[in-house]
């Protein structure tokens, strides 16, 4: 058979068309499958993003509401799931940083205590109101320059500041206020760091506050107020300074040789007293001036304890033949309930480094809880203990309310840190010593002043002690204060209190000034 031209063409179109219609097919199909495959995809991404976001969210409520893995009993009482919503409905974030995906949620105790520490601010601006601003002083307290402004801190004369605020006026309550002629910088550890590091190196006093390490101290000891006394219990007794009136002046006797000639010791003595016992007097002290009854039925409870204690010690010493010696030694420093009522009482615990290596001493407890205070954990004690070699140990006062600590200087910078209450330190600068009217070197109460501040009349007796130059500041829970080598320190416990100082070395910018007033400076 004999094929033309026109066929062959027409054979080898319809050979052709067939693959077209293939190909065709295959790349639709192919079409359809993306189509579902992206489909799937973006489903199972969404699916993957909802799980992201919703169950962390869900699990986070939960939480803050009491459900989830750590639910309370299934009795919980509908006023605290309405005390837990309220407290996260109000909470808000803090500043830009909030936006950072690693923001955690605060729990509800950190809520809490984020507002009972606002609360405290709160009342303490407002019942100690410094009387200078920025335009008195040339510089803001609250902002100060990166260098110490020239005559830093601002002083006064004592007349006008003591006259202002008499040391014996401890009680103040709102509306009532202080006017409190202050000096001194205050600076924030989160954000104003270098400036109080620039102070610290200049050899300046300042007060800084916010840091995490003494806040959290602050809500252990201010905030739970059964912390410290299940630690320090009721067992234990510590060196503990006692004084008929509200005065406490340090002294030093190492036989009578040691005494001048008409001296007289200070009222103040020594005894031992467990914190417990401590505990009830000071707040029987706040109660009573506060007209707190909270106050005074937790002394009383603390008092009753207390009492049933000592009687089955007794009971159980009547029993053994070996305790009459430990009697003996117990009378000398027996007191009878109505004389301690009367009584002032300084309690002291004085930590060291190598007690502290004691697994259960008290010593030990004071370094964990003040890290920022112990000189061998240096990334959180860089800051306050200057020279760690220099150390020497965390000396704690608790102080009642009224308890004046007389005028002095040490020969040591000083980190003074309150963890509870209020105390009003009044400062002035080793240049005003001779204005000071101190004992000299060979008296037992060396480097303090020898007339009570608080008294108008003796100031007559010592006339160039009106024209001395002094400053003040009431120190709060949160508070650290620099004190610099020499510088003079007078301290009035303005309530129950929990102080902790530590010193890390000597300075000499201050030594002609110490030198001129009879002292040496080695």
Known sequence: ???????????????????????????????????????????????????????????????LLGKGSHDRSAGILSSDINDNRSLLQKWKPK????????????????????????????????????????????????????????????????TEVLGNWNPNDVITIQPSHRDVYQGLCVFDYQTQYREALNYRKSEKPFVIRNDPKVTSVTRRWEDDPEYLHRVLGDAEDFRTERSPNNKFMWYRLRG????PKGYHKPLNDETEMTFGEWLEHALEKDGEVLKDKDMIARSNALKKRRLALLHNKKENRE?????????????????????????????????????????????????????????????????????PKQERGINCRFGMRGIIA?????????????FGGERRYILSSPSQCEKMALYPRSHPSVR??????????????????KDALINEVVLHAGDVLYLPTAWFHYIINLSLNYQCNARSGTTYESKQHIEKCGFDMK
């Not at 009578?256 to 005494?259: D, E, I, P, R």
């Not at 009482?345 to 030990?364: G, V």
């Not at 007389?406 to 003074?416: G, L, T």
């Open 1 to 63: 058979m004999v094929l033309d031209s026109s066929d062959l063409q027409q054979r080898r179109v319809s050979t052709v068309k067939p693959s077209i219609k293939r190909t065709t097919t295959r790349t639709s199909t192919r079409r359809r499958r993306t189509r579902r495959s992206d489909s799937n995809r973006a489903a199972f991404i969404a699916t993957l993003l909802f799980a992201a976001i919703v169950i962390p969210v869900v699990l986070i409520t939960n939480r």
């Open 95 to 158: 500043g830009k940083k909030t936006a950072d995906a690693n923001l955690q949620i605060p729990s509800v105790d950190d809520l809490e205590a984020e507002q009972r520490a606002k609360r405290r601010e709160q009342r303490y601006r407002f019942l100690y109101r410094p009387k200078f601003d920025q335009s008195s002083l040339g510089y803001d307290i609250y902002n100060c320059p990166y260098t110490p402004p020239k005559d830093y801190p601002m002083a006064w004369k004592t």
């Open 256 to 259: 009578n040789k040691s005494a």
């Open 319 to 387: 029993d053994d033949p070996l305790s009459k010696d430990d009697d003996k030694v117990q009378k000398k420093n027996e007191e009878s309930e109505e004389s301690k009522q009367n009584k002032y009482y300084y309690f002291r615990i004085n930590a060291d480094l190598q007690k502290a290596k004691e697994a259960s001493s008290t010593s030990k407890f004071i370094y964990d809880e003040l890290t920022f205070l112990d000189p061998r954990k240096r990334k959180d004690s860089e800051f306050y203990m200057v020279d």
């Open 406 to 418: 007389e005028n002095h200087f040490d020969m040591s910078r000083n980190m003074i840190a309150v």
């Open 448 to 465: 303090h002043s020898s007339f009570d501040w608080s008294n108008p009349v003796e100031w007559d007796e010592h006339p160039e002690f």
